[in-house]
Each structure stands twice: as C-alpha cells, then as structure tokens.
C-alpha cells in the first residue's frame, strides 16, 4: 500500500479593512493588532540599532574559555527516549490529527492550538515539517500573500513589504519558521515528524484516526519482510497531504480506494483569482471524521492549481482548525459560537487537565 503521508498592522492603514470572513469578528485573524505593533518591511540602507545592540552586549561566558558540564551518554539516550515515548502514550487517543505540516496544515494546527483544551497531533513524513513553504516559486525566496489574508500575517509578528493587493514576505522561510516556533511551543501540540500516516481508522463509516509508521519504514515496505504499523486514534482527522506526488493527496486517494468517496479527478490548469478563493470555499468535512484543507481540495474538487501564492493556504488551514473545533463542540467561528473573550492565547494558559470525557464529533 502507498504510504499515506505528506504531507505590521491589520491593513498598515490607519483605519483597519474588515475581516474577509466576518465584518463583525476577526476570529480567523486571531487578535487583533494594534498599528504600533509592527511596521511594513521597507527596502533602505538605515542602520539597525538592534544589531549593534547584540553585538556590543557581553556574552553571558568567556568563549575563549568555553567548557560544557560532564553528560553520560545514556542520560541523553533516556532523555529522548522517555519524552518521546510519553508523547506517544499521550497522543494515541486525541483530539485532532493534522496529517501533513505543510503551510495548510501548520496553519490549522495553529489555530487549534489557541484553545487549549484541545490536544492536537502533527504527522508529518518528512524530517523537515513546512512542505513547500520554505520557498516560493520556481525555488525562489520571497512568498507571495494576497490580501486580505495578510492579517494572518500580522497576527504572527511577520514583517513584509505592502503593495496595493498583497504583500511579500522577504523569505518564505521566516513564515514557516515564525509559525512553527509560536506552535510548537504550545503545551497541547506535538509534531512527529519523520512519521507517516499510512493508512486510516475507519469505524461505522467515521474516520476515527490514522494508521502510522515511521516514513523510513512506509518507503521500504517492498525491501523488507512484514513491518506492522502503529495506530493513532482521534476524534478527528484534518487531511492536508497537498496536491498529487509521491506524498500528495494520499488522504483523498485512501478514501476512493475504500469506496468512501467517489472519484478524486486532480487539480486543474493553474488561475490564481480563482484557485484561491476556491480552495477556502471548499474546505471542509469531505466524509464524516475527516476534514480536507489546503491543496489536497484541488485535488478531489478539480479545482485550478493556484501557483506561488500561500494565503489560501492559510486561510484554508484556519477554516479548517473551526470546522475541527465545531466537530468537537468547541466554540468556534464557523457556526458563531466564538466570541473573541474565548480566544484565549495558550502560552497564557495552563493546559486542561486530560479527562475521560468523549466528544461526540
């Protein structure tokens, strides 16, 4: 079998645009920002104090005398082994699987995230978590948003330089390192990376979680004898493998093969006006239990492919985490229920304790 894995200011105005979803909520956009919180990146030769300052502050040790304290070998082995082996005990049975870190994918888990009683596991079958979003396009670095889903952008204190009806990111590089670091850090996410999801959890017609193995093992499935996965169950799973290729659109293809969906007929010709506001349309529970984001949508709608251009991306990612949440009974922004007091910052917020609690979704 295939192995199923992968995968500034809020207008830099001085009146604010309205939110693209709701006029009345900016719950996609996270919390609001103030105009003084970050200013549009600006080509100039000024020099930057900021630098200087590191420079010229002393180091906290003499590095011409540099000595690390004394470790066993085996106290570091125990170390990884144990934390990662709690992980695994811990995430078996959760909320949410996300199955790919692509830009879709880290942006649902990130909103997710904001709710913190809600446990949410990252697969990922590459070691590097991110997808394509390291770079733009045809390998090159800046990254491409259109507005207005450059809110998202301000929300996670990344700098860009502002045109008329998008924005650029300097280096695709600092969105998805920007994210990951603000994600990770949240005490009810876990990301397993080099990790793939190789098949699915199916009960009574519901994906009920996804069936891994380490990404080595699901590609050397042909080189060795029997290699038996593991398992992952989840109240939900968020599919965001991205378009077809040895890693892409596995989720959808895995739902033709079972007979769950009828047909997956690919992504079409490239147009970037409709592509977008097509894949954040049609984000959304494709079959009970699985939610579809991202540019795996393209792929079973035969929506056009958008090209180097990430705030679909994003924002589908983000409707994406609401639907998972309304599944869950959360508050959330899709059906209104999500009022901005609720939108409660996690790194502020002790994690829930873990109850026996089953959620209908």
Known sequence: MAAMATALTS???????????????SSFNG??????????LKSSANHNPSISMSLNT??????????????????????????YMTDMITYADTDVVVVGAGSAGLSCAYELSKNPSV??????????????A?????????????????????????????QDNFVVIKHAALFTSTIMSKLLARPN?????????EDLIVKGGRVAGVVTNWALVSMNHDTQSCMDPNVMESKVVVSSCGHDGP?????????????????????????????????????????????????????????PRMGPTFGAMMISGQKAAHLALKALGQPNAIDGTLRDE???QPELVLASAETGEIVDA
């Not at 609001?32 to 200013?39: D, N």
């Not at 446990?119 to 394509?132: F, H, T």
């Not at 990254?143 to 450059?150: E, G, S």
């Open 58 to 83: 002393p180091q906290p040790y003499d590095l011409k005398s540099f000595k690390f304290e004394p470790i066993r070998e085996s106290v570091v082995s125990r170390e990884m082994t144990r934390r």
């Open 189 to 197: 996410v876990k990301l397993f990376n080099a990790v793939a999801a």
């Open 134 to 162: 390291w770079l733009g396009g045809q390998l090159f670095s800046a990254m491409v948003v259109r507005k207005p889903a450059h809110r998202f952008l301000d929300e996670l204190g990344i700098e860009y330089d502002e």
């Open 11 to 25: 207008s830099l105005s001085p009146t604010p645009k309205p939110s693209f979803l709701d006029q009345k909520s």
């Open 342 to 344: 609720e939108c409660v």
């Open 31 to 40: 919390t609001p920002v103030t105009s003084s919180r970050l200013q549009p």
């Open 247 to 303: 890693f892409g659109a596995t989720g959808v293809k895995r739902l033709k093969s079972i007979g769950m969906i009828d047909s997956v007929p690919g992504m079409k010709a490239l147009d970037m006006n409709s592509a977008e506001d097509a894949i954040v349309r049609l984000t959304r529970e494709i079959v009970p239990g699985m939610i579809v984001t991202g540019m795996e949508v393209a792929e079973i709608d035969g929506a």
């Open 119 to 132: 446990r949410v596991a990252i697969i990922e079958q590459s070691v590097s978590p991110g997808g394509g």
